[in-house]
């Protein structure tokens, strides 16, 4: 069975710091592109971060720029998140497909389960 199971999620002060991680297991994930993508309560679902399988390609939303870094293993990705906002808070979900705009558009063929971050102000 193919996963992409998300951690590091939690309630952070604005300002403040969290990383969040991706493990995928039943496949590899290696030549995929992987990424992240966030839905708040009552929006449509958005794109954070995604990077190309070789990691030489990283995408960022406007929104994010700055203050968000994605990485990532072979079959693992993170995301680094600084300088917390409120209107960050939402559910993270991880994504991965065979096309870096795939994950960039937030159609991806695989996805986790999701982490919930929370900002408080």
């Known amino acids: 069975q193919v996963q992409l199971v998300e951690s590091g999620g939690g309630l952070v002060q604005a300002g403040g710091s969290l990383r969040l991680s991706c493990a995928a297991s039943g496949r590899t994930f290696s030549n995929y592109a992987m990424g992240w993508c966030r839905q708040a309560p009552g929006k449509e679902r958005e794109f954070v971060a995604a990077i190309h399988w070789t990691g030489a390609i990283k995408n960022y939303a406007d929104s994010v720029k700055g203050r968000f870094t994605i990485s990532r293993g072979k079959d693992t990705v993170y995301l680094q998140m600084n300088s917390l906002k409120p209107e960050d808070t939402a559910v993270y979900y991880c994504?991965?497909?065979?096309?870096?705009?795939?994950?960039?558009?937030?159609?991806?063929?695989?996805w986790g389960q999701g982490t919930q971050v929370t900002v408080s102000s």
């Open positions: 994504a991965a497909d065979g096309a870096l705009a795939v994950v960039t558009g937030c159609r991806a063929g695989y």
